[in-house]
């Protein structure tokens, strides 16, 4: 799974849109659920997803947006997030300078109605900041669309690619016999280890 965060205005649909025409995998949005038990639902249906690029994941926007724009965060003691994390994503913290971010205007779609984006335009410099925050305890590759070079972003589908090739590596082994599952298993971990820069951290700049 590949997740891409980051507040309004940052680029993931565009991003994600690139990546699917790359990888041939799913664009799916977190959207659209609005009560705390939808948003259980859907993060349990997430859990179950592989290959797939997430444009956003209700355990990470959902403490910010519910937090600061609604007064409650209905993830808050629960164990969703450290378990996300152990599936070992790919987290791409979309993140363009702070002066971007608030001076794009807000556009009215499916995922975002007229009350929401009244909610963001209110608080965006809070959900900017709790974005920060959040995301400097996540390992996550550091994204910026207005800085990002032709080699970087390369760079960046590269990585992706490579994590494409361990999921699939990950599924034959779990369809081959049982006599050939251990030769399989230390070629995951081979690609595994020539990976594992994939989701260091980087903080903002």
């Not at 849109?17 to 993060?43: A, C, F, Q, Y």
């Not at 994204?143 to 032709?150: E, F, I, N």
């Not at 590596?169 to 049982?178: L, T, V, Y």
């Amino acid at each position: 799974m590949i997740i891409l965060e980051g507040p309004d205005n940052s680029g993931k649909s565009t991003l994600a849109k690139k990546l699917n025409e790359i990888m041939d995998w799913p664009v799916e949005h977190s959207g659209g659920p609005t009560t705390h038990e939808d948003r259980h639902i859907r993060m349990m249906e997430v859990m179950e997803k592989s290959e797939v690029i997430m444009d956003r994941v209700p355990c990470i926007s959902e403490p910010i947006y519910g937090s600061i724009c609604r007064g409650i965060n209905c993830f808050e003691g629960t164990k969703y997030l450290e378990n996300l994390l152990k599936n070992k994503p790919i987290i791409i913290y979309c993140r363009p300078p702070t002066s971007v971010i608030i001076n794009i205007e807000h556009e009215l779609s499916k995922y975002a109605n007229k009350d929401h984006l009244d909610m963001v335009e209110d608080n965006k410099f809070a959900i900017v900041g709790a974005y920060d925050t959040l995301m400097s305890n996540i390992p996550h590759i550091y994204y910026d669309w207005t800085a990002t070079t032709p080699n970087h972003f390369l760079l960046l589908i590269s990585y992706c690619n490579l994590y494409k090739e361990r999921v699939n590596e990950r599924r034959s082994s779990k369809q081959q016999p049982h006599s050939r599952a251990g030769s399989k298993r230390r070629s995951t971990k081979s690609s595994v280890q020539k990976t594992e820069g994939i989701n260091g951290k980087v903080s903002p700049h």
